[in-house]
């Protein structure tokens, strides 16, 4: 639609997140019925159209540009595996959408055993802020996050697309086969150039901006640009596509100090007012750079933060402002309860941490019996190190006393679905998410809103999110049916809040854990213990290396059709949710036969005859590639 649609500003933008129920048309997918509003244009010409050479041919396997980085071989995949994965076509899985593109392909082989205080499983890191474009293995799958995807994550990313490749991303369906090419920062900003000219002037250009021709891909290289400094002083710069620079602080473990000096030099930076920084994303021990890199150069932004990083790392007793804010918590809520159950049908039906996550999380930590999980939790003060950790303002965050660090891993694969504001453990990091969608931290409960859609509620101070960096979360037990009437009033502003201002000062906290250094030594000494044990039991029942259970569909020639017999195909691949008929019913044209589940879309197969259901040749459950028959009907 030429000039768009007239819908409400957002945030800055008049996109639709429907995840969030917010923005475009009333935050959700469109109706029938609904009226749309078309702007006013001052040239109303028409019949312009765009030239056949921009038009694009889709190949049968695309090719999608990538810088390699920001994680790669040796530190994470062996470094044959990587070679598997560009050598690879990978296939689009069914279950994708604008929030990731799932893809089909082969397993990852991994360096190091697990991601250690970050989770059991190898993929798991403490913290990664995530660019657009990034194929972030969650467990063993890789997912290309979309625009509507986190942007704070804790999983590797071994490659990242390239500006110019991205609008890619929205043309891929279902079934439809693709592969990763390398290519170098020269070459990623000259096809971001050549698009834009092409966007701009409407005319093809010979640099190919529209990322179809062949690439050549080029050798690999280390994604690491810059390593500064040592231990907790130690700064490394890697590239995470052409726009972006991940920089990462200290050794990979959980150091409060860490959080601290990326808090500095995130707020140094920001003080730069430097041209060509579009935005900035802290996560625990990171901090992303999203950068222009025509207006700031990549290597005068290397230059700068090194000059920042010294800066930082030479100042003395840090502090910053904290509040402690008490929330309700429902244990072990029907919420989540649910999701395990739709995991276990779904996805993983013999995950080590099902039926109970709480359990898994008692055998995990080597706590004698579940009121000690409970204990535990109840009385930590949980420290917000990061904000947008699986969207819209939801904490990272962990407990201020490393004693009450339960340390779990995260699902693999990830679930499909969780309730909104559900409660979860991974790693170390405590996270309430901020919406209903995917998850992967073990859940031991249900809380309140972190993000106000409508009103003004004094607790969020102006803000449609809760909560700030260096909060400090206590929460209290209330029953599921007390947390559905808060969650109905607190959006209403009749459900006040406790919360208390405070200072939290880095000399003081160090102090404290020199005073507990023996009882913590101890008790993480126990922990290790627990978590090597459990791994080793995965390892001795082979559930430390899980395989999808999904078929790969070999499509064989279908039986002629007889006489006044209908075939009726997918036209997508999917996953068959609900078969409507069976053999010797009476259909009218029209009725809905099967309904799948692709692209996160229920997409119902009608029947294109009356007649009588002949065969039904799919059940629920199971997955339907594109083109296959699952119904003939005999037209009566």
């Known amino acids: 639609v030429r000039g768009g649609l007239q819908v409400p500003d957002y945030l800055g933008s008049k996109s639709t997140f429907t995840l969030g129920q917010f923005g475009g048309h009333a935050g959700r997918a469109l109706r029938a019925g609904d009226v749309l509003h078309i702007p006013a244009l001052a040239d109303a010409s028409a019949g312009a159209s765009l030239p056949v050479e921009l038009c694009p041919a889709l190949p049968a396997v695309r090719e999608l540009r990538v810088i390699y980085g920001p994680h790669g071989a040796p530190e994470y995949f062996t470094e044959g595996y990587i070679e598997t994965f560009f050598a690879t076509d990978w296939e689009v899985h069914f279950n994708s959408s604008r929030t990731g593109v799932r893809l089909i392909g082969p397993k990852p082989e991994w360096v190091r055993e697990s991601g250690g205080e970050a989770g059991l499983h190898p993929s798991n890191i403490h913290d990664n802020p995530y660019a657009i474009g990034a194929v972030d293995f969650t467990g063993d799958m890789p997912v290309i996050l979309g625009p509507d995807g986190p942007s704070l994550g804790g999983f590797v990313c071994p490659v990242t697309i390239i500006e110019a490749d991205l609008w890619q991303l929205g043309q891929l369906k279902a079934g439809d086969k693709m592969r990763f090419v390398p290519v170098d920062i020269a070459t990623a900003r000259a096809l971001a150039k050549?698009?834009?000219e092409e966007c701009t002037t409407l005319r093809g250009s010979n640099a190919c901006g529209s990322g179809l021709a062949p690439t050549t891909a080029v050798a690999l290289i280390s994604p690491i640009i810059l390593d500064l400094g040592q231990a907790d002083t130690r700064l490394v710069a890697r590239l995470s596509g052409d726009t972006h620079l991940l920089l990462e602080i200290g050794q990979p473990e959980l150091d409060l100090v860490l959080r601290f000096r990326g808090h500095a030099l995130m707020q140094a930076l920001e003080a730069k007012h430097l041209d060509g920084v579009i935005d900035l994303t802290p996560g625990i021990r990171s901090l992303q750079v999203h950068y222009q890199p025509e207006t700031l150069p990549l290597q005068r932004l290397l230059d700068t933060v090194s000059g920042l990083w010294d800066a930082v790392c030479s100042a003395q007793d840090l502090k910053v402002p904290s509040r402690i804010v008490h929330l309700p918590l429902s244990w072990d809520d029907p919420a989540c309860q649910l999701a395990i159950e739709k995991y276990m049908t779904t996805v993983r039906k013999?995950?080590?941490?099902?039926?109970?996550?709480?359990?898994?999380?008692?055998?995990?930590?080597?706590?004698?019996n579940l009121d000690e999980v409970y204990r535990t939790v109840f009385e930590a003060?949980?420290?917000?190190?990061g904000l947008g950790d699986v969207y819209l303002g939801a904490p990272v965050a962990t407990p201020l006393d490393p004693r009450h660090r339960l340390v779990t891993t995260k699902y693999n694969p990830a679930r499909t679905w969780t309730a909104e504001n559900s409660v979860g453990i991974g790693g170390a990091y405590m996270c309430v998410y901020g919406m209903e969608g995917p998850g992967g931290y073990q859940f031991v409960g249900r809380t309140l809103q972190m993000w106000n859609r409508y009103r003004a509620v004094e607790a969020f101070g102006g803000q449609p999110w809760l909560l700030r960096f260096f909060d400090q979360i206590r929460f209290y037990p209330v029953s599921a049916d007390e947390l559905l009437k808060i969650r109905r009033d607190f959006p209403l502003g009749r459900y006040p809040l406790k919360i208390e201002e405070t200072e939290l000062r880095l000399s003081d906290y160090q102090a404290f854990l020199d005073r507990e250094a023996e009882g913590i030594a101890a008790f993480r000494q126990q922990q290790r213990a627990a978590f090597d044990a459990e791994r080793q039991r995965w390892i001795?029942?082979?559930q430390a290396h899980f395989e999808s259970e999904e078929v790969t569909l070999e499509l064989g020639e279908d039986a002629p059709l007889g006489a006044g017999e209908h075939g009726i195909e997918s036209h997508i691949a999917g996953n068959l949710w609900q078969v409507q008929v069976e053999p010797g019913a009476t259909v009218a044209a029209g009725d809905v036969l099967v309904i799948l589940e692709s692209m996160k879309m229920e997409i119902p197969l009608t029947a294109?005859?009356?007649?009588?259901?002949?065969?039904?040749?799919?059940?629920?459950?199971?997955?339907?590639r594109a083109g296959q028959r699952v119904v003939v009907i005999e037209e009566a």
């Open 194 to 196: 050549a698009l834009d």
């Open 350 to 368: 013999d995950a080590p941490w099902c039926p109970s996550n709480l359990e898994f999380i008692r055998r995990i930590n080597d706590l004698p």
């Open 381 to 385: 003060s949980y420290l917000v190190m």
């Open 540 to 542: 001795e029942s082979g």
């Open 608 to 624: 294109p005859v009356g007649g009588v259901v002949k065969e039904v040749r799919v059940q629920p459950g199971s997955p339907v």
